[in-house]
């Protein structure tokens, strides 16, 4: 019997290589056609053939790997595309999306690369590569209070040109210098003005788009439904987002940032304790991070480290008052206190050193690369002092997983969970990032250090959201699932898509099966299909 199991399993295996083998090399004949399609779909005014990238091409693997954040998916074994394409002009992207869509390949769309699991960029099926970074324009206009900005441009390049027309206005956004406009914006985005001004979709006005016809369409032409979906929704399941039109915000000639460290021998957990109880409540313009990690002492021992990183909208002295009222155990001090310009506390955030010109968040490369992982979770009511401190011991135990806790409240509090797709609004009290960053290579250690994270996403089960467990969309995480490019069940695509959505999901659904009833835009995780809407494709 067990040898009959193993014939079956052998045979079964050798089955699933051949159609793998089978399907690349079909692939392959059909490269050149695809080619061909996307060649005839060229304008002669804004000729496509110098942003096409095929592995024949010496410099494939150069653009290829220019924006892959995550080492981990830039494996010689990672799937690669079998063609690139840096589009140049909008017409280009209409030319993906009309050859994509003819030749039932699937298309992944990249703007910064900062993507967790690789999705934009890494399929088992065979996909080309639809990059967005050339497409990086940023017009801003201050006497409106507005800039269109196109989805190839990084938070960085966005953060400069705004500073170069004004010292009292933003946009409330990442605090990561490097990730693309296209990803952060459609898929919500945050940062540490979000307590006052809401995520980044919250201040989109306008938007271009090319949709699964291949038709360009503002928000007029595209109508409030598939508006409302890009806005949080990940824009990479409806549409190509070519450019979003965004709110500026009003921010102080002078804003107040500090870090402080405490440790376990510093009263670390009174202190925590004390920030769950008043950083959701504290006004709008304090944003206080707090970051977990596991260090050890000047004994030479294990302990947990509090780091408290904060962006106040104002001074010192009025950060202290307002500190030593509501935040007392902190011990927050005058020297503790950085007084700076809102786009110099963008490098602070950042760890760049403050006496370093704004210039530098032109640079499209992140300081560092790393392995990683990166899990989610929301907290709607404080963790009492006891479990505190088994979560210390937990993180002890496991080392390598910090943890950041970004506080709610405010803004974010106000505005209605349907307003856009995201919808974890009030009731939250903060969103947990889970990291474990390495930097060694291969599956072994990928494996070690994806089950560190795991397990204390799985420790701190208790004291979540329950009902579903609510997870951030752009904390890309594979482990929640796959809709396997819209051939897995319904239901269970739903089961995820409701962590994400809540609510918000079944508009979503409705709104996709409307806009893309073929599913030109799939990838894993992508909103599916209504039921009787999949088109399934033998060759997919």
């Not at 067990?2 to 051949?18: D, E, F, N, Y």
């Not at 999705?119 to 206009?141: A, C, H």
């Not at 786009?343 to 370093?356: A, D, G, H, M």
């Given at each position: 019997?067990?040898?009959?199991?193993?014939?079956?399993?052998?045979?079964?295996?050798?089955?699933?290589?051949?159609?793998?083998?089978?399907?690349?090399?079909?692939?392959?004949?059909?490269?050149?056609?695809?080619?061909?399609?996307?060649?005839?779909?060229?304008?002669?005014?804004?000729?496509?053939?110098?942003?096409?990238?095929?592995?024949?091409?010496?410099?494939f693997?150069?653009?290829?790997?220019s924006?892959?954040?995550?080492?981990?998916?830039?494996?010689?074994?990672?799937p690669?595309?079998?063609?690139?394409?840096?589009?140049?002009?909008?017409?280009?992207?209409?030319?993906?999306?009309?050859?994509?869509?003819?030749?039932?390949v699937?298309?992944?769309i990249?703007?910064g690369?900062?993507?967790?699991?690789?999705l934009?960029?890494?399929?088992t099926?065979?996909f080309?590569?639809?990059?967005?970074?050339?497409?990086?324009?940023?017009?801003?206009?201050?006497?409106?209070?507005?800039?269109w900005?196109?989805?190839g441009?990084?938070?960085?390049?966005v953060?400069?040109?705004?500073?170069?027309?004004?010292?009292?206005?933003?946009?409330?956004?990442?605090?990561?210098?490097?990730?693309?406009?296209?990803?952060?914006?459609?898929?919500?985005?945050?940062?540490?003005?979000?307590?006052?001004?809401?995520?980044?979709?919250?201040?989109?006005?306008?938007?271009?788009?090319?949709?699964?016809?291949?038709?360009?369409?503002?928000?007029?032409?595209?109508?409030?439904?598939?508006?409302?979906?890009?806005?949080?929704?990940?824009?990479?399941?409806?549409?190509?987002?070519?450019?979003?039109?965004?709110?500026?915000?009003?921010?102080?000639?002078?804003?107040?940032?500090?870090q402080?460290?405490?440790?376990?021998?510093?009263?670390?957990?009174?202190?925590?304790?004390?920030?769950?109880?008043?950083?959701?409540?504290?006004?709008?313009?304090?944003?206080?991070?707090?970051?977990?990690?596991?260090?050890?002492?000047?004994?030479g021992?294990?302990?947990?480290?509090?780091?408290?990183?904060?962006?106040?909208?104002?001074?010192?002295?009025s950060?202290?008052?307002?500190?030593?009222?509501?935040?007392?155990?902190?011990?927050?001090?005058?020297?503790?206190?950085?007084?700076?310009?809102?786009?110099?506390?963008?490098?602070?955030?950042?760890?760049?050193?403050?006496?370093?010109?704004?210039?530098?968040?032109?640079?499209?490369?992140?300081?560092?690369?790393?392995?990683?992982?990166?899990?989610?979770?929301?907290?709607?009511?404080?963790i009492?002092?006891?479990?505190?401190?088994?979560?210390?011991?937990?993180?002890?135990?496991?080392?390598?997983?910090?943890?950041?806790?970004?506080?709610y409240?405010?803004?974010m509090?106000?505005?209605?969970?349907e307003?856009?797709?995201?919808?974890?609004?009030?009731?939250?009290?903060?969103?947990?990032?889970?990291?474990?960053?390495?930097?060694?290579?291969?599956?072994?250690?990928?494996?070690?250090?994806?089950?560190l994270?795991?397990?204390?996403?799985?420790?701190?089960?208790?004291?979540?959201s329950?009902?579903?467990?609510?997870?951030?969309?752009?904390?890309?995480?594979?482990?929640?699932?796959?809709s396997s490019?819209?051939?897995?069940?319904?239901?269970?695509?739903?089961?995820?898509?409701?962590?994400?959505?809540?609510?918000?999901?079944?508009r979503?659904?409705?709104?996709?099966t409307?806009?893309?009833?073929?599913?030109?835009?799939?990838?894993?995780?992508?909103?599916p299909?209504?039921?009787?809407?999949?088109?399934?494709?033998?060759?997919?």
């Amino acid at each position: 019997m067990g040898k009959l199991k193993a014939v079956v399993v052998v045979t079964m295996i050798s089955t699933v290589l051949l159609s793998i083998l089978w399907r690349a090399t079909l692939h392959l004949e059909d490269n050149e056609s695809f080619v061909r399609c996307l060649l005839d779909h060229s304008h002669p005014s804004h000729p496509i053939s110098s942003a096409i990238y095929t592995p024949k091409s010496s410099s494939f693997s150069s653009v290829l790997e220019s924006y892959i954040r995550n080492l981990r998916f830039n494996e010689s074994s990672t799937p690669k595309p079998f063609l690139i394409l840096t589009a140049l002009h909008e017409s280009h992207i209409q030319a993906a999306v009309t050859c994509g869509k003819s030749h039932g390949v699937q298309m992944k769309i990249r703007s910064g690369g900062h993507d967790y699991e690789g999705l934009s960029y890494v399929s088992t099926l065979p996909f080309f590569l639809l990059d967005m970074f050339n497409l990086r324009s940023i017009d801003v206009d201050i006497e409106t209070e507005t800039a269109w900005v196109q989805t190839g441009a990084t938070l960085g390049e966005v953060f400069y040109r705004i500073a170069e027309k004004s010292k009292t206005h933003g946009f409330p956004a990442g605090v990561c210098p490097t990730v693309g406009v296209g990803g952060h914006i459609s898929g919500a985005g945050y940062g540490n003005m979000m307590r006052k001004y809401g995520v980044s979709a919250d201040n989109v006005l306008d938007a271009l788009i090319i949709d699964a016809n291949g038709r360009l369409l503002d928000r007029q032409s595209m109508g409030e439904d598939l508006f409302w979906a890009i806005r949080g929704g990940g824009g990479a399941s409806f549409a190509v987002v070519l450019a979003y039109k965004i709110k500026l915000v009003r921010v102080p000639e002078t804003v107040t940032v500090f870090q402080v460290d405490r440790t376990l021998e510093e009263d670390a957990t009174d202190i925590v304790d004390q920030w769950q109880h008043v950083a959701y409540n504290l006004p709008q313009e304090l944003f206080i991070r707090l970051m977990l990690d596991v260090v050890v002492n000047s004994s030479g021992e294990k302990t947990l480290r509090a780091s408290f990183v904060s962006l106040f909208l104002g001074d010192s002295e009025s950060l202290l008052s307002i500190m030593k009222e509501r935040f007392p155990k902190l011990g927050l001090s005058k020297s503790d206190c950085i007084e700076t310009s809102w786009v110099k506390s963008v490098l602070f955030w950042s760890n760049i050193p403050l006496e370093t010109d704004i210039q530098v968040l032109l640079d499209r490369t992140p300081q560092t690369l790393d392995y990683l992982k990166r899990k989610s979770d929301y907290v709607r009511e404080p963790i009492p002092k006891a479990g505190l401190e088994t979560l210390w011991k937990k993180m002890m135990e496991l080392e390598k997983p910090r943890m950041y806790f970004n506080p709610y409240g405010g803004k974010m509090a106000e505005i209605a969970a349907e307003e856009i797709p995201f919808p974890h609004r009030a009731g939250n009290l903060w969103k947990i990032q889970y990291l474990a960053n390495w930097n060694e290579a291969g599956i072994e250690a990928a494996n070690r250090y994806i089950d560190l994270t795991r397990r204390l996403h799985e420790f701190m089960t208790p004291f979540v959201s329950k009902n579903p467990r609510q997870a951030f969309l752009n904390y890309r995480d594979a482990d929640l699932g796959s809709s396997s490019h819209g051939k897995a069940s319904y239901s269970e695509a739903r089961l995820n898509g409701m962590k994400w959505f809540m609510g918000n999901f079944d508009r979503l659904v409705q709104i996709k099966t409307e806009v893309d009833p073929t599913n030109v835009f799939s990838y894993e995780q992508s909103i599916p299909l209504l039921p009787h809407q999949v088109h399934l494709d033998d060759d997919m």
